[in-house]
């Protein structure tokens, strides 16, 4: 069985490059996807995402395909090694993010419990 280390790096698949890509077009010059964990939630801990034009100094930037998506430091211990991912399927779209660190997470997948 191979182990496999804990990266503190974030990936964006294609499919949800494309959606931020989407999104920020119709925002003002300049606007990021910020991707946030908050307390809270069903779980414990809750996914936020928002549209954000201002990047801290300590903000950790992952880019691809022309979408920029911002994490602040905090955050990203609990991002480590996560993909952010877009699905739409019958239930509906929305983003999806696959965390290798969360043990359980709720039904609708925004919250987790590390």
């Given at each position: 069985?191979?182990?496999?280390a804990m990266t503190t790096d974030v990936t964006v698949t294609e499919r949800a490059a494309r959606k931020i890509g989407e999104?920020?077009?119709?925002?003002?010059?300049?606007?990021?996807?910020?991707?946030?964990?908050?307390?809270?939630?069903?779980s414990?801990?809750?996914?936020?995402?928002?549209?954000?034009?201002?990047?801290?100094?300590?903000d950790i930037v992952v880019a691809r395909d022309g979408a920029t998506v911002l994490i602040?430091?905090?955050s990203l211990?609990?991002?480590?090694?996560?993909?952010i991912d877009f699905v739409d399927d019958l239930i509906g779209a929305a983003f999806k993010v696959n965390n290798p660190q969360a043990k359980a997470s709720c039904g609708c997948g925004t919250s987790f419990t590390l």
């Open positions: 069985m191979t182990t496999q999104i920020l077009k119709a925002e003002p010059e300049g606007a990021k996807l910020r991707v946030s964990v908050e307390g809270g939630g069903c414990g801990f809750q996914y936020k995402f928002d549209v954000d034009r201002d990047q801290a100094a300590d602040d430091s905090v211990q609990f991002l480590a090694g996560s993909e």
